[in-house]
């Protein structure tokens, strides 16, 4: 399974972005899909994850009420809309897959395919 971020920029604090990650390869079955972060000298770090259905959801508390976590499973793709964006978004943000969890896992330890990142910068 390949997992291809995109949807990366510079933007100004307050503004938007929509991340997109296409997931295409031998997938079957459901899955959960999960968006995480890495800060310049910072861990890896929780952002959202969804469930297959979309019922489950799952925010890190930095990002909840503010970023929005949706899929298109005929489309095999996990969106991220980030609003009002603050300087402290700044970080690479990375798609995972999740294959043998039903809701929505938080933790890097049960997601088992990611994708290469794609560079988030909020300028104040």
């Known amino acids: 399974v390949q997992l291809q971020a995109s949807g990366g920029g510079l933007v100004q604090a307050g503004g938007s972005l929509r991340l997109s990650c296409a997931a295409s390869g031998r997938i079957s079955g459901v899955y959960t899909m999960g968006w995480f972060r890495q800060g310049p000298g910072k861990g890896r770090e929780f952002v959202a994850a969804?469930?297959?259905?979309?019922?489950?959801?799952n925010y890190a508390g930095s990002v909840r009420g503010r970023f929005t976590i949706s899929r298109n499973n005929a489309k095999n793709t996990v969106f991220l809309q980030m609003d009002s964006l603050r300087p402290d978004d700044t970080a690479v943000y990375y798609c995972?897959?999740?294959?043998?969890?039903?809701?929505?896992?938080?933790?890097?330890?049960?997601?088992?395919?990611w994708g290469k990142g794609t560079q988030v910068t909020v300028s104040s």
């Open positions: 969804i469930n297959w259905s979309g019922i489950s959801k």
């Open positions: 995972a897959a999740d294959f043998d969890t039903v809701e929505a896992a938080t933790s890097v330890r049960y997601y088992d395919a």
